[in-house]
């Protein structure tokens, strides 16, 4: 249950990317010399159009969810979709998956002084009024899910990637809880850049 709970979160949790900025980072990718203005009609590259990635199960539910959300995001730019990718002027793609990461976080040493009049147990004859001791640094391991998703426009003519968004995002508890949360979020997020019709 708790793997059927996390394959849902995973594609959620990356779509989610877009709503926290703070943890979650996003890249954008085009090519230069293509004129998006002539671009009016897109298709799915596929009647199946996402790729799973990653260390978990992938929800055949979230490719519906997902191709929803960038539907109605690329309808409300002003272009249509079409059922024949062929007769369209660009198709689209989606990649989406977790992978499992540890992360180390190592403390430095601490200086501490102390007196030893106050530690006579510590004091010698001899010593300096103050000693200093050098704990040795603490690394501790924490392991966490990352959550991805990209998204692919193709141009149809010439069968050449045009362009390309992608982020990333820490999967949180309320990830797991809440996996169809913020999938139109994260869509219009990576989608925010790309043109809109006149």
């Known amino acids: ?18 709503g926290c ?17 002539s671009y009016q009609t897109f298709g799915w590259i596929e009647p199946k159009p996402m ?13 519906s969810r997902i191709m929803k959300a960038v539907q109605s995001n690329l309808e409300s ?20 998956g977790a992978r499992d990461k540890i992360q180390t976080r190592t403390e430095p040493g601490r200086t501490v002084m102390f007196d030893p009049w106050l530690y006579r147990s510590n004091w010698r004859w001899g010593n300096r009024y103050y000693d200093f001791y050098y704990p040795e640094p603490v690394t501790t391991l924490h392991s966490y899910t ?23 995002k820490r999967l949180t508890r309320k990830d797991l809880q809440s996996p169809t949360d913020g999938i139109d979020g994260a869509v219009d997020t990576l989608l925010a850049s790309f043109p809109t019709r006149n």
């Open 77 to 96: 730019k002003g272009y249509r979709l079409v059922q024949d990718v062929s007769t369209a002027d660009f198709a689209v793609s989606f990649t989406v």
């Open 1 to 18: 249950m708790q793997k059927l709970q996390l394959f849902f979160a995973l594609i959620v949790g990356s779509l989610l990317l877009a």
């Open 21 to 37: 900025s703070s943890t979650g980072r996003t890249f954008i990718d085009q090519d230069p010399a293509q004129d998006f203005s």
């Open 146 to 168: 990352e959550g991805t998703l990209a998204i692919d426009l193709f141009d149809v003519a010439r069968k050449s990637p045009v362009w390309h968004g992608a982020g990333t």
């Open 51 to 63: 790729t799973a990635v990653g260390d978990h199960i992938v929800s055949p539910l979230s490719e």
